[in-house]
């Protein structure tokens, strides 16, 4: 148990840029101050890694008990085995692995809260906009992942008379032939990216290319929203609120409305 009495909460993403993207770094820094316990975070494919954190979390005495969050908009390998894996090879097996953020309960009617805002704004109607998902993807992919095409399902119910759409940054369908996928006069880009990377700063409007005429709006990385800690947070929240001693005080609501600027024990 660490000092703080509250499991430790763990923020685990991809990897940074090293070009200003430093996601899961910034996801634990948004949270830190609403959790009752240390927060600490972790790469798969950058540093600090995920391995060396576990090791240090262990010396630091705070990985008695342990809930991880996945920064992922997909459920693949990385989520599902190499993660786990990991977790066990550092002897923790008893660490909760919260759903990756695509799975968050929430999670559709937030983003569906930000197209909605993002329409107002621009003055389009829903009828006239195709919404674009923009997942990073895979190099084999030859069509979406099925947790993408059942997000753009369920994000069409909230969003009734817009099309919604899926372009990868890898494999197909791709974004740069968004022209050709999208039927509709607006274009409205959703990034389902952990930060503000060189996928976000580079490679969008790049595969974008947007040409005079064009009314095209792109949104910020999902993982940058201010109401996702917040989903996070009261997922997390479910692993202790049983526990008597700690049903109170888990966690303060970070955002309520501030749009306009699968888990379980391994």
Same mark, same amino acid.
């Given at each position: @148990?660490?000092?703080?009495? @509250?499991?430790?909460?763990? @923020?685990?993403?991809?990897?940074? =840029? ?51 969050? /996945?920064?992922?908009? &997909? ?5 599902? !085995?190499?993660? /786990? ?44 906009? =195709? ?12 069509? $979406? ?11 069409? #119910?909230?969003?009734?008379? &817009? ?5 990868? +940054?890898?494999?197909?369908? &791709? ?5 050709? +996928? ?30 005079? #005429? !064009? ?7 999902? #993982?940058?929203?201010?109401?996702? /800690? ?13 526990? $008597? ?7 303060? /609501? ?13």
């Amino acid at each position: @148990m660490t000092s703080f009495g @509250m499991p430790t909460l763990m @923020m685990v993403s991809h990897g940074n =840029s090293g070009n200003g993207g430093d996601p899961a770094a910034a996801l634990a820094d948004a949270v830190r101050d609403h959790w009752a316990g240390p927060v600490r975070h972790g790469y798969m494919r950058s540093t600090p890694s995920v391995p060396d954190q576990l090791a240090k979390l262990k010396r630091d005495h705070e990985a008695d008990e342990l809930i991880v969050f /996945p920064l992922f908009f &997909s459920e693949g390998y990385l989520v599902f !085995e190499e993660l /786990p894996r990991n977790l066990r090879d550092a002897g923790l097996d008893r660490a909760v692995i919260l759903p990756p953020a695509i799975n968050l309960p929430g999670f559709t009617a937030m983003v569906a809260r930000h197209v909605q805002a993002a329409l107002s704004r621009r003055g389009w109607d829903g009828s006239e906009t =195709s919404v674009f998902l923009v997942p990073h993807g895979l190099k084999t992919l030859t069509e $979406p992942l099925p947790e993408t095409v059942r997000f753009a399902r369920e994000l069409g #119910g909230f969003c009734a008379g &817009s099309e919604i759409c899926i372009g990868n +940054i890898e494999g197909d369908p &791709s974004l740069r032939d968004w022209r050709t +996928i999208g039927s509709r006069k607006h274009a409205l880009i959703v990034p389902m990216l952990a930060g503000g990377g060189m996928h976000a700063c580079t490679d969008l409007p790049e595969m974008i290319a947007a040409q005079p #005429g !064009e009314t095209i709006e792109m949104l910020a990385p999902i #993982g940058e929203w201010a109401e996702l /800690p917040d989903l996070i947070l009261a997922e997390a929240a479910r692993f202790v609120r049983h526990r $008597p001693d700690r049903s109170k005080g888990l966690h303060r /609501p970070i955002a309520k409305s501030r749009i306009e600027n699968g888990a379980g024990l391994i």
